[in-house]
């Protein structure tokens, strides 16, 4: 009997043991399934969400600035001519601690964009700096080497022993709760003057990580490797002396906004990541667009040449990209209520020319200035109860203050609203986040007054082409001439004269030639004759570029200052009076004694607003006029801008523009 009672108690805790391994196993491998699953929401990403108990000390070291060139970017003549800095710059970003890359260095390499768009950023892996291996995450590789999607061809191929995907901390989608994820976009990237000087004397830049994030405050993280750190709100730059009537909406945004809903992430070795707050299904609906716009791209490739070998006779429309993940939502997702609501939302409160992905982080208002107006996929949802709010205030300003004819030509059919008729119909909305902080959203029914104002574009070819332009970012337009159908699609002549290839697009019957800026549209269309491409928008998914070097000007100076600067800057006569004629007025109307002027230069809009040109031209040139009213002089001058004049190479595209007030 003992020896059966000490077998029964043996047989026992063996059981035991097994029930809790398996509860164990049961439990990773429940862990395993929810990760393999939310890799079927972000896309491939399963490579790179691992437990966390694997990625720990993942690496070692800190994140280091290099002096030296790794030589890991091949440049050519066309590089040069449009201005790109042939120097790249190199990071170290911790040495691998375990695994198949034991001993290896993390290496951060940044090119600077060829043309418009972001400067290319690569992850490598190298044991020697000599031969590398390429982390390619979101298999751009696997387009055609001459296809602009891919890296490689900036890369020198000889270094590159391997493709793959590396380990690391920073994953493609970082899930939250039920409902709220975090979508990784890029490694954040500023330009900084390298106190350097090119052949023409002008400063050059280099493109450095950012890594000091001040006054950003700390979240809790989901994942031990990570620190998560909230994104704050900046106010502009020269506030003491602008206008009242800006000052106060400068007031109100510092008093309610905290920041915004992008999150910076740094891993253990000091290299940040920037993330945008979405939600599942909306990322779904993103990957499933995006491999879309993909196919469809890939087909627009094949009947383009089809068209240029003059095999069709109409040319291919571009395919839109997808716009990026965030919290948007329609009036039909919302549950309850009396149905008193606009129909999207999405960023609140939008300021000019760039509107963020993300939206705002809100401060300094309780529950008890909100009240309950429905749910959105189960999470409640609120509305000010004031109808006098200062925020309530400024979202009418932002959309339905501007002269009657500009509401009209941008918000074609919708009826213009007195202030109750708009808040009545809750242009803020308001809900909470994983954190606990109050996100707002705002109607994107009507569209703001085109903040990104009268750029146009001048194409010069050295004989006449075909030539397609298209926004490789989402533009908002209030303006286009002509029409863009999916990108514009023109003949070029040397002398700068454009015909439409797609006068089908554009109705001519519904231009206004009395606006100003589209005095010459009406006859420039009837003829399918014109001198630019004219637009104006808003870049959707940017923030707006700003700085502090510039000049401070008198009103009695800016009749001067402007054709003296754009002649010094190598615009031709016609430009420089195109722009001239166009923006004095514009900037007469706010009737300030001071104005801050600074120009936005190529290398700063190809950042902001890229363009895809094709064929690509031999040099781009881009100035915007970026210009704020003050009532009185600052006390200190600001550092007078540099600026980078033209110089004509070959096929040139020449495009001025500037901030819409």
């Known amino acids: 009997m003992k020896f059966a009672s000490g077998f029964v108690k043996t047989l026992l805790l063996i059981i035991g043991v097994c029930v809790v391994s398996c509860l164990v196993t049961i439990a990773v491998l429940k862990k395993d399934v929810l990760l393999n699953e939310f890799s079927k929401i972000v896309g491939n990403v399963q490579s790179n969400i691992v437990p966390l108990s694997e990625k720990k000390n993942l690496f070692s070291g800190n994140l280091r600035l290099l002096p030296d060139d790794l030589h890991l970017f091949v440049f050519n003549d066309v590089d040069v001519s449009n201005g790109v800095d042939t120097t790249a710059t190199y990071y170290e970003a911790g040495v691998y601690e375990s695994g198949e890359y034991k001993g290896y260095t993390r290496i951060i390499a940044i090119r600077p964009a060829e043309g418009p768009g972001d400067p290319y950023v690569f992850v490598l892996a190298t044991k020697d700096k000599s031969s590398y291996v390429l982390s390619d995450e979101d298999e751009l590789t696997k387009y055609p080497e001459d296809d602009w999607r891919n890296p490689m061809k900036y890369l020198d191929k000889t270094k590159i022993r391997k493709i793959t995907v590396l380990p690391g901390q920073h994953p493609k989608g970082i ?349 420039a269309c009837t003829a399918n004759a014109y001198p630019y491409i004219y637009w104006s928008g808003n870049r959707r998914g940017a923030v707006y570029p700003t700085g502090k070097d510039g000049f401070v000007v008198s009103s009695d100076e800016l009749s001067t200052f402007l054709p003296r600067t754009l002649s010094s800057l190598g615009l031709s006569e016609t430009e420089e009076m195109d722009m001239v004629s166009y923006w004095l007025p514009e900037i007469a109307k706010k009737d300030a004694p001071w104005y801050f002027i600074r120009f936005l230069e190529t290398r700063e809009l190809n950042a902001f607003i890229p363009l895809h040109i094709e064929p690509q031209p031999d040099t781009l040139f881009r100035i915007f006029l970026d210009w704020k009213p003050l009532e009185t002089r600052p006390l200190i001058s600001p550092e007078p801008q540099n600026l980078t004049p033209l110089t004509r190479n070959g096929f040139t595209v020449v495009e001025w523009g500037g901030l819409k007030q």
């Not at 939250?176 to 900084?192: A, G, K, Q, W």
């Not at 429309?317 to 309850?336: A, D, H, L, M, Q």
């Not at 999916?486 to 006068?503: H, I, R, Y």
């Open 175 to 523: 899930p939250l709760d039920s409902l709220y994820v975090l979508y990784r976009e890029s490694i954040p990237v500023t330009s900084v003057k390298t106190g350097k000087k090119d052949s023409f004397g002008q400063d050059t830049y280099a493109d450095r990580i950012v890594e000091t994030f001040t006054n950003y405050p700390e979240l809790t993280s989901p994942l031990s490797t990570l620190t998560f750190l909230g994104n704050i709100y900046e106010p502009p730059y020269l506030t003491d002396q602008m206008l009242e009537e800006d000052r106060q909406k400068v007031r109100v945004r510092q008093q309610y906004v905290l920041g915004t809903t992008s999150v910076v992430t740094i891993d253990e070795v000091g290299l940040p990541w920037l993330y945008t707050l979405s939600r599942k299904r909306d990322i779904t609906v993103y990957e499933e667009k995006l491999a879309l716009y993909n196919s469809q791209y890939t087909e627009y490739q094949k009947q383009q040449k089809l068209w240029e070998d003059e095999i069709v006779t109409t040319p291919p429309e571009y395919p839109s990209y997808p716009e990026k993940p965030n919290v948007r939502f329609e009036k039909s997702t919302i549950v309850g209520g009396d149905g008193q609501f606009f129909g999207t939302y999405d960023v609140a409160l939008p300021q000019v020319c760039g509107v963020d992905v993300n939206t705002l982080v809100m401060k300094n208002i309780s529950d008890a200035d909100l009240e309950k107006v429905g749910s959105v996929y189960g999470q409640p949802v609120y509305a000010l109860k004031n109808a006098d709010h200062p925020l309530l205030t400024l979202a009418f300003e932002n959309k339905m203050t501007m002269p009657e004819e500009e509401f009209e030509a941008m918000n074609e059919g919708l009826p213009k609203l007195t202030r109750e008729g708009y808040v009545d119909k809750r242009p803020l909305l308001f809900f909470k986040d994983f954190w606990g902080r109050l996100l707002s959203v705002g109607e994107y029914e009507y569209k703001m007054m085109g903040g990104c104002g009268k750029p146009v574009l001048y194409l010069y070819p050295e004989k006449p082409l075909d030539v397609r332009v298209t926004f490789e970012a989402p533009v908002d337009l209030t303006r286009d001439m002509p029409s863009y159908a999916n990108g514009w699609m023109v003949e070029a002549k040397p002398d700068g004269s454009l015909s439409d290839l797609q006068p089908d697009k554009t109705d001519c019957s519904g231009i206004d030639s009395s606006l100003h800026g589209l005095e010459y549209a009406w006859e």
